[in-house]
């Protein structure tokens, strides 16, 4: 157990809505990633946060977007979601921005 | 854009052999070179990772190769379990960005 935990673990939703993911980090990192995994895509990475603050941001789209709170944990939103966003949502902790990942189990989301 | 390219996509590997996946990455930038091992299911656990001032590092059956002039790592499975069969991924950090290898899946057969 990597000590990363997300909810939900499976969420099916229809095109055009909108869902939040939520993950809370390994207890003393500060800093969380999202990663999108697809089968054609491998591991995507969509934004860092470290200690509240926006650090870095890799592949996101405008409809999705993420904070993490004063607790350190971290929500994903997703909006006008799209056949094509089904995929696996990880999230990962890390105590400093340039020190080893710990990723949680994902959040399979299916968009019907 | 930063890259990770990763080969083989596949591999299979009779049990006891030694199983052998390579990486190439362009950014020099990267200083930090991991690899994780992912089961159906589940998310990426970091196996055993390297830093580019160290040319090799063995952990147990799991052996990096680093070669900083070529700007290539490769992860070394020897002894191949049938459970190690699972998909490895390579990947490369700088400055806070973790850039992952496309995965190979492996499979060591009985």
């Known amino acids: 157990d990597s000590g990363v935990t997300q909810t939900p673990k499976h969420l099916i939703t229809a095109t055009g809505q909108r869902v939040t993911l939520r993950c809370s980090p390994r207890s003393g990192d500060l800093s969380v990633y999202w990663y999108q995994q697809s089968l054609d895509q491998g591991l995507q990475f969509l934004i860092q946060y470290y200690n509240g603050e926006e650090r870095a941001k890799g592949n996101i789209l405008e409809r999705f977007s993420a904070q993490q709170f004063p607790d350190l944990h971290s929500e994903l939103n997703l909006s006008s979601l799209e056949l094509g966003d089904s995929a696996l949502y990880f999230c990962a902790s890390s105590p400093q921005p340039n020190s080893p990942l710990h990723f949680g189990n994902g959040t399979r989301l299916t968009v019907t | 854009q930063q890259q990770v390219k990763q080969s083989p996509q596949s591999l299979i590997v009779q049990k006891g052999g030694i199983s052998i996946i390579n990486c190439a990455y362009e950014?020099?930038?990267?200083?930090?070179f991991p690899w994780y091992q992912q089961f159906p299911g589940k998310g990426p656990a970091l196996l055993i990772a390297?830093?580019?001032?160290?040319s090799e590092k063995k952990e147990g059956r799991f052996t990096i190769s680093f070669n900083k002039s070529a700007k290539q790592f490769s992860l070394h499975i020897m002894d191949s379990q049938p459970g190690d069969s699972a998909t490895y991924f390579c990947?490369?950090?700088?400055?806070?960005?973790?850039?992952f290898g496309k995965g190979t899946k492996l499979s060591v057969k009985p």
């Open positions: 990947a490369a950090l700088g400055q806070g960005n973790l850039i």
């Open positions: 950014n020099t930038a990267f200083d930090y």
């Open positions: 390297i830093r580019p001032d160290v």
